[in-house]
């Protein structure tokens, strides 16, 4: 199936694919803007007390940011690829403590080709402050 015979890649399908995954649901994700002709993909997380690093700090464990980050960017390539994609690698760079009532992904797909998709990804806290940067790859084949 080619990219161009699957229905358009809509907030509301990226959101249901989101829900339908046990792991970004529990995480409580949710897709909040997309743009098409950019390729870009916001999406927010909050702060829960099993994402945290520790109870008294309200601070996010990396790990989620990371999961936070490959999400993101993968939603980035599958709109522009037009369905679904597996993640090949990804990068995090962890800029300051990730703290605050929610996290803010912006994802833009950079370039998505005929096997393999970028996506830069930016980290906000709730105060718009950048607290993390990603870069993943992604295969662009939608399966």
């Not at 890649?9 to 409580?28: G, K, N, Y």
Request: proline share 6%; charged share 20%.
């Amino acid at each position: 199936m080619t990219a161009g015979s699957n229905p358009p890649v809509t907030r509301e399908l990226l959101q249901s694919w989101a829900d339908a995954s046990p792991f970004i649901r529990f995480c409580r994700m949710e897709v909040t803007l997309v743009d098409a002709d950019k390729g870009v993909v916001e999406m927010k997380m909050p702060l829960l007390a099993e994402l945290a690093r520790d109870p008294e700090a309200r601070q996010f464990h990396g790990g989620p940011i990371a999961s936070f980050i490959d999400t993101a960017g993968d939603f980035a390539v599958a709109l522009m690829a037009g369905g679904g994609v597996p993640t090949i690698n990804f990068r995090v760079d962890y800029l300051r403590p990730s703290g605050g009532t929610c996290l803010v992904a912006r994802a833009t797909a950079r370039r998505v080709g005929r096997t393999v998709g970028v996506a830069d990804v930016d980290v906000f806290d709730d105060q718009g402050r950048l607290t993390a940067v990603g870069r993943g790859c992604y295969s662009s084949q939608v399966g």
